[in-house]
């Protein structure tokens, strides 16, 4: 870092739901100097003391122009990802995985000393659903059915032979839940319900039952909450993995009280088939792989990240949760192309 100056910190994927967030919490410490933030389409947003850029990591040309702008940076946070098209595993390959890799080349490349990338509960082999849940020695196998799991479980390992080939580099791995945020609220319905759900409909009056699935358990953390985890990542001299959580575990209980609503004990089997017949006629993205890998997956500890990376969440989990069921009531969202809204900002 230059004591004089401040850091430079480049952010891959800044215009999405964790970008959008990790961009303020840097712009906004005094001991960061400048953003720049990537993302394939430009934003409209305006930031203090952030720049942007155009980068598409899914080209195959794109690691030298990725290390043109990583010059001079003390710092890349990698959060770009692609969710879908979930029926196209190839293309969320190309630009996730092989994306991925053409960063950490251009990291090398550009001699940044320190890079900070988004893994996930995701990246997880399946495990126990109690309490205190798994630290960061858990196995990173992740649930192979589901794409989103098997890309980010193949860049742990990616990550392993990384920081074995570079010790020079500083590698901070950010295994967060699920992450919410009101502004994110239309992204995340696009991209898990789709456009036929309309959000008024997610209203408590309206949602009188809720299903209490088999392994339904699972973490939730407001967005905010981790991009100041992520800010810390940069600033401390921090290496390897931190899980991120708040309180308390989300299950049918909790989301019973959060929309007023009944529990009812329902078999896995038939939501199972219910969602891969939607799923086959595109009626809605999410597959229903990915449904059950959350129900596999394993809670977490977030020692590690308290104590080392001296942070606190500052919302619960419920508070995360009813803010991103307020926003898609409303529609909300922010002035950048993922996270486009259907009201003014």
């Known amino acids: 870092m230059n004591t004089t100056t401040g850091l430079r910190v480049v952010v891959t994927g800044a215009t999405g739901n964790v970008g959008t967030s990790v961009v303020r919490a840097l712009s906004g410490d005094s001991r960061?100097?400048?953003?720049?933030?990537?993302?394939?389409?430009?934003?409209?947003?305006?930031?203090?003391?952030?720049?942007?850029?155009?980068?598409?990591?899914?080209?195959?040309?794109?690691?030298?122009?990725?290390?043109?702008?990583?010059e001079d940076a003390d710092a890349v946070v990698h959060l770009a990802w692609r969710f879908q098209p979930t029926h196209d595993p190839g293309t969320t390959w190309q630009s996730n995985v092989l994306g991925s890799l053409r960063v950490f080349d251009a990291v090398v490349a550009a001699r940044v000393p320190v890079l900070v990338h988004a893994s996930s509960v995701g990246a997880y082999a399946p495990g126990p659903k109690s309490l205190p849940g798994v630290d960061e020695s858990w196995p990173t196998h992740g649930v192979p059915g589901a794409a989103y799991c098997r890309e980010k479980a193949y860049l742990e390992?990616?990550?392993?032979?990384?920081?074995?080939?570079?010790?020079?580099?500083?590698?901070?791995?950010?295994?967060?839940?699920?992450?919410?945020?009101?502004?994110?609220?239309?992204?995340?319905?696009?991209i898990f319900a789709g456009r036929f759900l309309p959000g008024p409909l997610l209203r408590p009056s309206l949602l009188p039952v809720v299903p209490d699935i088999e392994g339904l358990r699972f973490q939730v953390l407001h967005t905010d909450d981790a991009a100041r985890a992520y800010l810390m990542a940069v600033l401390l001299d921090a290496r390897g993995a931190f899980n991120l959580t708040a309180d308390p575990v989300v299950d049918a209980n909790v989301l019973g009280e959060l929309l007023d609503a009944r529990v009812v004990r329902v078999p896995k089997g038939p939501v199972h088939?219910?969602?891969?017949?939607?799923?086959?006629?595109?009626?809605?993205?999410?597959?229903?792989?990915?449904?059950?890998?959350?129900?596999?997956?394993?809670?977490?500890?977030?020692?590690?990240?308290?104590?080392?990376?001296?942070?606190?969440p500052e919302h619960t989990s419920v508070d995360a949760l009813q803010e991103f069921l307020r926003g898609v009531r409303e529609g909300s969202g922010e002035a950048t192309a993922p996270l486009a809204g259907h009201r003014a900002h």
């Not at 993302?39 to 980068?55: F, I, K, Q, V």
């Not at 009626?283 to 990240?305: I, N, Y």
């Open 32 to 70: 960061v100097a400048s953003v720049l933030g990537l993302a394939r389409r430009m934003p409209e947003l305006r930031l203090s003391r952030t720049e942007w850029a155009s980068a598409d990591l899914s080209a195959d040309d794109a690691t030298a122009d990725l290390a043109r702008l990583f």
């Open 157 to 190: 390992r990616v990550l392993d032979a990384f920081e074995e080939r570079h010790p020079e580099v500083r590698v901070v791995r950010m295994r967060p839940g699920f992450l919410f945020k009101e502004s994110s609220a239309s992204e995340q319905r696009r």
């Open 273 to 312: 088939a219910a969602l891969a017949a939607a799923w086959a006629m595109r009626l809605v993205p999410a597959s229903p792989q990915l449904f059950d890998a959350v129900l596999r997956l394993p809670l977490m500890d977030s020692t590690r990240a308290r104590e080392e990376l001296e942070w606190r």
